[in-house]
């Protein structure tokens, strides 16, 4: 009897194996799921595309969500091992989507392996699927420079979701040494008279455990003192696992680090990741980076080192209108005046028919929904309540600080919030954010990391999802600077469309919003009409958004690493070229281009630093200090008012929008991150009153956190405690109050007069503690009265544009005690001994 032929024989050179075209690839595999019947047209698009340019070395490539891109991903790594361009590694954020690439090339039939020493891995037979971590750290199993172990080649890299992968990627070339650890002390000390000298008063907060306090060490000292800092650091190179896995990656450019200190630990981290730390990633003859339609993609330059040259080129689909459906409200703009409670209320009701997920920046915001939340996430139990979702309805779950690298398909999330702007966490990362604060370069930021929060809740271009886009902070960050123009096109096309939706619902009460929620929620035909024409021709920018600034910088710190300082500051020369006209960031450029020439010439970057710091105030203070000016008196508050008013808003919503975000920073917080916003929060609400406002602790080191001017030579002298939580002032905190107030008399001479003012919890002082007579304390408690009382302020003049009126400002002024002569009677208290 015959038993069959042996077709094998026939296929020993199948197209699975041998072509280069990932279509045919695709089609020729003889196990795939019945779910991969075909390609979709965007992939094959795709794929054609990087066909023909597949051999340059950087290729961006840029999908919608939904798109298919780990398919796209898989058959283009195949393509590279039919060719010979082997190994091939594809890469992601975490292990986790490590494991659901992994179930999706078996379900393909491509044979992968997570095994780096695997000898099919090796031989080019099966692609490693990994994640960022195991790749880049100081052990890598890929090997390290310097170090003597033999080196795992790669011939062809992809990083999916590149955008995803770029914190764990900061994370491993940033060495934190927490307070505990016994080099925190030794470097403490030894920096302890330059950062006195940038200010004795914050590092007397951070002998005290002050929460909040963050300062950087200046770039020459920290370079001057290399030797003693490596005496201080080598030693402990392998006594915890940070040192262990980051060391190693550091190490050779200590001296270009930018270093903080904060009350909790030490963070030192390069300019750049020096990614050639990891030859074998570097040396890949093909490097694919693919990444959702994000609109800056200067990161990829910044901290992967590539080649701008062809990924500003990016390959796309030939649309990009595949996205899936979101309706976008922002509550501050179709409801003015609605209230933080008046949402979270709607949207627990929403939730108990739909799975609501509301996406917080911090832990303390995330206190607000506690209650009525089912489950609360942050990276530790994360892809626990991934799996919960998608399983079934939840009801509300808060994720904290998740912007990206989850999947939340269908009724997972139908309704996704976005509660307040990304937060800065890490000391060098608040003061980079303080520093850039309302410049292009972090607006550009906030906008990619709000745009990856949207793009948890659509997950295919036939899903759908109603965003609401909360708190006045981010709803301020769209429309300032043209916010909304740096999202991606089909993302501002959404917005378009949902602009249309705001004005009509302008006049219809909030408690209506349910019922147009659940037209996009229910598909209704003619909004699904409307979402679909919205996306209708949008295609994607034949160019991606490389920054000139980011090329430069990465060329800059390429050339420090080889010791040429001098080109390093000249390269650096360009970045600030290219910023101009945005001088927070030109001041904040400099100060790197300094640091470089600092190490050639300290005297020419002394001069740097000057120029630095009178572009932008937040910078570090050159070792000569900084001249104070004094804040001038003003002679007319409601004038003055106005002036600012109208300079800073269009229209009387952007107004109440603006204010709402003062005041949402001028909440008492005991979060060491809100300090800084909460002191920024009172100079801008001078300016708003029509007050001279100036920051003399934070601008020269000395002096109060705020100094206002009420007129007629009168000034306010204020100290903030907004994370106070004693119920009574302590000695420190009246000293500072009464060492504010001997350089007010230093700096002003006697025709000049001054309130000290305390912002604190409680006015009754510790028995040990003594305040100056004149003093006063703004309690919580009359700050809550205050803040209602700014509130009705702006909407009483954003009714028929009054804040451009004089008169009507003198009027609510003094209807809601804001005038500068009554405000210390109308809100201090004098304080009590207990």
Known sequence: MMVGLDFGRLTRRSVVDTATEPRRIFAALPT???????????????????????????????????????????????????????????????????????????????????????????????????????????????????????????????????????????????????????????????????????????????????????????????????????????????????????????????????????????????????????????AAKRRIYLTATLADDSVLVTHFDAAPTTIATPITPQTADDLGDRMILTPLETHPGTTDDEVRDFLVEQAARHNVVVIVPSRRRAAFWRDVAAAEHDSTTIHDGVRSLREGHVGLVVLINRYDGIDLPGDACRILALDGLPEAYSALDRIEALALDESDAMITRQIQRIEQGMGRGVRSNDDHCVVLLLGSKLTQRLHRAGGAAKFSPATHAQLLLSEQVADMLHGVPFTELGSVINQCLDRDPEWVTASRDALDGVTYPTTSTISGIAVAEREAFRLAELGRYRDAHDKMREAITAASGDRRHEGWLKQRAAGYLHLTDPAAALQMQRSAQIDNRAVLRPRDGVEYHRLSSIADQARQAAECLTTRYSNGNDLIVGVAAILEDLSPDPDPASVPNFEQAVHDLGLHLGLGAQRPERDTGEGPDVLWSLGELAYLVIECKSGSTTDAIWRHDAEQLSHSMDWFDEKYDHTCSATPILIHKSLMLHKQASARPAARVVTFDNLVKLRDAVSKYAAALAADNGYRDTGKISAQLATWGLNGKSFVQKWGVAPRKT
């Open 32 to 282: 795939r799921a019945p779910k991969y019947a075909r390609p979709w047209d965007v992939q094959t698009q795709v794929w054609d595309r990087w066909h023909g340019r597949r051999t340059e070395s950087d290729l961006l490539v840029k999908m919608n969500t939904g798109g298919g891109k780990t398919v796209v991903g898989l058959m283009m790594l195949k393509s590279c091992l039919n060719e010979g361009a082997g190994p091939a590694v594809y890469i992601t954020p975490d292990i986790y989507l490590a494991n659901q690439v992994r179930a999706e090339a078996d379900a393909l039939g491509i044979e992968t392996t997570d095994d780096p020493r695997s000898g099919r891995f090796q031989s080019g037979k099966a692609i490693l699927i990994t994640h960022i971590h195991k790749v880049i750290n100081g052990l890598s199993v890929f090997g390290v420079m310097g170090d003597t172990r033999q080196r795992i080649e790669m011939g062809s890299v992809l990083v999916d979701d590149t955008h995803a992968c770029l914190a764990t990627l900061e994370d491993q070339y940033t060495l934190t040494i927490s307070r505990g650890h016994a080099a925190y002390n030794e470097l403490a000390n030894l920096f302890d008279d330059a950062l006195r000298d940038q200010s004795p008063s914050a590092v007397r907060d951070l002998a005290e455990d002050v929460p909040g306090v963050a300062l950087r060490i200046p770039y020459w000292a920290w370079a001057d003192r290399h030797e003693q800092v490596l005496n201080v650091l080598h030693p402990h190179r392998e006594s915890t696992n940070k040192f262990t896995f980051v060391w190693p990656l550091i190490r050779e450019v200590l001296h270009l680090c930018d270093t903080a200190i904060s009350y909790s630990e030490i963070e030192i981290k390069p300019p750049c990741p020096p990614i050639d730390r990891i030859p074998s990633l570097v």
